[in-house]
Nanobody, 127 residues
Framework: QVQLVESGGGLVQAGASLRLSCAAS????????MGWFRQAPGKERELIAT????????YYGDSLKGRFSISRDNAKNTVYLQMNSLKPEDTAVYYC????????????????????WGQGTQVTVSS
């Protein structure tokens, strides 16, 4: 199965943009639906967005739609999360995750449906 490595996190000011990347290796990236999650201090991990293995179908958490955008490039084995108009409350560790298409027809929206997780990348937004 794939291994995932996130990058692109950092410290930014409110209103800035960041693009996170999640690079996959060791498997067939196009055989996985992908998701981005985040976990803020003292809070549960929450779903940000998912994309189907083709990249055609996407889903966004209600609170984030409009500011965040998920995309993938199967030729580069990478999924991205574009984050605009960042707010201090977006401060969290951001994780990408992969769900094998053999287990689920559509990109899952629950954490336990994902097979593989990255190590996370910290995003800190200052006011």
């Amino acid at each position: 199965q794939v291994q995932l490595v996130e990058s692109g996190g950092g410290l930014v000011q409110a209103g800035a943009s960041l693009r996170l990347s999640c690079a996959a290796s060791g498997g067939t990236f196009s055989a996985y639906h992908m998701g981005w999650f985040r976990q803020a201090p003292g809070k549960e991990r929450e779903l940000i967005a998912t994309t189907s293995f083709t990249g055609v179908n996407k889903y966004y958490g209600d609170s984030l739609k409009g500011r965040f955008s998920i995309s993938r490039d199967n030729a580069k084995n990478t999924v991205y999360l574009q984050m605009n108009s960042l707010k201090p409350e977006d401060t969290a560790v951001y994780y990408c995750a992969a769900a094998n298409v053999r287990r689920t027809v559509t990109a899952p929206r629950t954490q336990d449906a994902y097979d593989v997780w990255g190590q996370g990348t910290q995003v800190t937004v200052s006011s």
